[in-house]
C-alpha cells in the first residue's frame, strides 16, 4: 500500500530535549516535505527536498533541520525544542517534474512541548 | 510573496445545499492550484488540482473547481451538501517560479446541517 508514515503520532516532551520526528514514504518519490498545522495559519511549510542531498527552507524553518540521505525517509529534528513549536506537523511526498504535483500527507504527530 | 486567501473560516450549509468555499491567489503567472480536505483527526486528502490543462476542474466526492484567470480565483464547489463534506478544507498554490514550495490559506471548516 502506497503510504506516508511519521514516528511518533504524539510526543510530549519538555524545553531544549533533542527530538526527531521521522518520515517515510514508500512510492519512491523524488519530493518530500515537511509542515506544521496551527489553528487559524493554515499549513505552513518548513522544509522540502526536492531529491536526495538537495533540501531548501520553507515559510517557517527556524529551529528545525532537515536531512535526505536517503530517497524514503526525511526526519524533522528539534535540537532544542521550544513551547512555541507545539503544533501538528505534517510530511508530505509528491513525485515532481520540477512543480509540486500532488501530495500524498503522512497522519500527521501532535507535538506539545512543556 | 504568492499568497492564499480563503474568504471565510468558518461555512456552515444545510444537507442538500449549494457548497462554495471561496480562495483567491497572488500571482501574476498562473500558479498550479489545488483543494485539500482534512476529515476530524486525519492527514489531507487531496480533492482536486488545476495544473494548466482544463478550467473546470473536477475532483472527488463531487466537488469541482473553476479557474479564473481575470478573478485570480479558484473557488471550490458541490451542487449537493452531504453530511459526510463536514470538513477542514484548504485551498493551496504551487507557485510558477519556486520549485518545490507549497503554499497553503488558512482553511475553511464546512458544517453540515440535517
Known amino acids: 500500500e502506497a503510504q506516508v508514515t511519521q514516528n511518533p503520532r504524539y510526543l510530549i516532551t519538555v524545553t531544549g530535549k533533542k527530538l526527531t520526528v521521522t518520515c517515510s514514504q514508500n512510492?519512491?518519490?523524488?519530493?518530500m516535505s515537511w509542515y506544521r498545522q496551527d489553528p487559524g495559519l493554515g499549513l505552513r511549510q518548513i522544509y522540502y527536498?526536492?531529491?536526495?542531498?538537495?533540501?531548501d527552507k520553507g515559510d517557517v524553518p527556524e529551529g528545525y533541520k532537515v536531512s535526505r540521505k536517503e530517497k524514503r525517509n526525511f526526519p524533522l529534528i528539534l535540537e532544542s525544542p521550544s513551547p512555541n513549536q507545539t503544533s501538528l506537523y505534517f510530511c508530505a511526498s509528491s513525485s515532481t517534474s520540477g512543480r509540486v504535483e500532488t501530495q500524498y500527507f503522512g497522519p500527521g504527530t501532535r507535538l506539545l512541548v512543556l | 510573496a504568492q499568497s492564499v486567501t480563503q474568504l471565510g473560516s468558518h461555512v456552515s450549509v444545510s444537507e442538500g445545499a449549494l457548497v462554495l468555499l471561496r480562495c483567491n491567489y497572488s500571482?501574476?503567472?498562473?500558479?498550479?492550484l489545488f483543494w485539500y480536505v482534512q476529515y476530524p483527526n486525519q492527514g489531507l486528502q487531496l480533492l482536486l488540482k488545476y495544473t494548466s490543462a482544463a478550467t473546470l476542474v473536477k475532483g472527488i466526492n463531487g466537488f469541482e473547481a473553476e479557474f479564473k484567470k481575470s478573478e485570480t480565483s479558484f473557488h471550490l464547489t458541490k451542487p449537493s451538501a452531504h453530511m459526510s463534506d463536514a470538513a477542514e478544507y484548504f485551498c493551496?498554490?504551487?507557485?510558477?517560479?519556486?520549485?518545490?514550495?507549497?503554499?497553503f490559506g488558512q482553511g475553511t471548516e464546512l458544517s453540515v446541517k440535517p
Open positions: 493551496a498554490v504551487s507557485p510558477y517560479n519556486q520549485g518545490g514550495k507549497l503554499i
Open positions: 527536498s526536492m531529491n536526495v542531498e538537495v533540501t
Open positions: 512510492m519512491n518519490h523524488e519530493y
Open positions: 500571482s501574476s503567472v498562473p500558479p498550479y
